[in-house]
Nanobody
Framework: QVQLVESGGGLVQAGGSLRLSCVFSVRTFSMSAMGWFRQAPGKDREFVGAISWSGYTTSYADSVKGRFTISRDNAKNTMYLQMNSLKPEDTAVYYC?????????????????????WGQGTQVTVSS
């Protein structure tokens, strides 16, 4: 059973905007911290941002801070990633993720964000 489904990716020119959506399973993730990661070709998957189950707590990677905004609407079972002022280096596959065991985003002792479920990803391409 697919529990996280991303959409909204596409091709956009530098300086443009996109909004990604992630529909999640209510049964599993309605009380879960969630987040976004991305992976560019030839690079490791990297953290983009995180949000608590309530939506009141968010955290962002320095590379996207001030340009990207994470939000969620639990009534619609959907998390969003609003991406503004896009740059070619934002080109990547974007993944929705969730931590089914925590309401707050958290890291392990090594400083790695903890998530246990992933979507299939959606491609974002920013042209220069």
């Amino acid at each position: 059973q697919v529990q996280l489904v991303e959409s909204g990716g596409g091709l956009v020119q530098a300086g443009g905007s996109l909004r990604l959506s992630c529909v999640f399973s209510v049964r599993t993730f309605s009380m879960s911290a969630m987040g976004w990661f991305r992976q560019a070709p030839g690079k490791d998957r990297e953290f983009v941002g995180a949000i608590s189950w309530s939506g009141y707590t968010t955290s962002y990677a320095d590379s996207v801070k001030g340009r990207f905004t994470i939000s969620r609407d639990n009534a619609k079972n959907t998390m969003y990633l609003q991406m503004n002022s896009l740059k070619p280096e934002d080109t990547a596959v974007y993944y929705c993720t969730a931590d089914s065991t925590s309401q707050m985003p958290r890291k392990n002792s090594e400083g790695t964000w903890q998530y246990d479920c992933w979507g299939q990803g959606t491609q974002v391409t920013v042209s220069s």
